[in-house]
């Protein structure tokens, strides 16, 4: 069973609107919380970075919260654009990320977001 | 500074046929990483290297799968004796040293006949 677990697995929002993304996760200890942008065709991008000790992280009209009581981090969407389309993938490290422990990130199979006219 | 380049962006092969991979990081990156995303799914990691040395690659498949990061060139993502539960993307990521957050390039679209 996945560590990460996103949702929804898709949507569809109107150009303009918000959207929450959320991102359940099972990985205990962890360290810190990624939101990964990924357009078709391409390489993620980093959107936002959590600390476990951190509640909420902006970048531009995208912002990410972390309750790391109940394992849970949404990913917020203001103000939609049409460039805002692309796959949103959650990715949860495990403490002090060493040399030998890249195996143990997780990965959620990210939420397909389709921004229409 | 141009972004990690990764090349060929599609590859086809037919099952039996070797695969490589090229992967050049960001100028100034030593650390590379190789991922693996299958259709539907959640990318995987693979591999961890530094130059000439593999530093985790605990997610790679034992056998026919192999990866190296000469002092000179790019990293090469090696897949031997393909079969169609190779295609895939993968994914190259690189970091500087001591920093955590990765720089992906667009991937590689392998697709096994």
């Known amino acids: 069973k996945n560590q990460v677990e996103q949702s929804p697995q898709s949507l569809i929002i109107l150009e303009g609107k918000n959207c929450t993304l959320q991102c359940n996760y099972t990985v205990s200890p962890f360290s810190n919380l990624r939101w990964y942008k990924q357009d078709t065709g391409r390489g993620p991008v980093s959107l936002t970075i959590?600390?476990?000790?951190?509640n909420t992280k902006s970048n531009g009209r995208y912002t990410a919260t972390l309750d790391a009581d109940t394992k849970q981090s949404s990913l917020h969407i203001t103000a939609s654009q049409l460039s805002d389309s692309a796959s949103y993938i959650c990715?949860?490290?495990?403490?002090?990320?060493?040399?030998?422990?890249?195996?143990?990130?997780?990965f959620g199979a990210g939420t397909q977001v389709v921004v229409t006219p | 500074n141009a972004g990690v380049m990764q090349n060929p962006r599609h590859l086809v092969r037919r099952r039996g046929q070797e695969a490589r991979l090229r992967c050049s990081p960001m100028?100034?990156?030593?650390?590379v990483y190789w991922y693996r995303q299958l259709p539907e799914e959640g990318l995987k990691f693979m591999v961890y290297?530094?130059?000439?040395?593999?530093?985790?690659e605990s997610g790679m498949p034992k056998e026919r799968f192999s990866a190296e990061f000469p002092k000179e060139g790019p990293s090469i993502l090696r897949i031997q004796q393909v079969v169609r539960g190779d295609s895939a993307a993968y994914f190259c990521?690189?970091?500087?040293?001591?920093?955590?957050?990765?720089?992906f390039g667009p991937g590689t679209r392998l697709l096994v006949l």
């Open positions: 990715v949860v490290s495990p403490p002090s990320l060493t040399t030998d422990s890249w195996g143990k990130l997780q």
């Open positions: 100028k100034g990156h030593s650390h």
């Open positions: 990521a690189s970091s500087p040293p001591g920093a955590e957050t990765q720089y």
């Open positions: 290297l530094q130059k000439e040395n593999i530093i985790d």
């Open positions: 959590m600390t476990f000790s951190e």
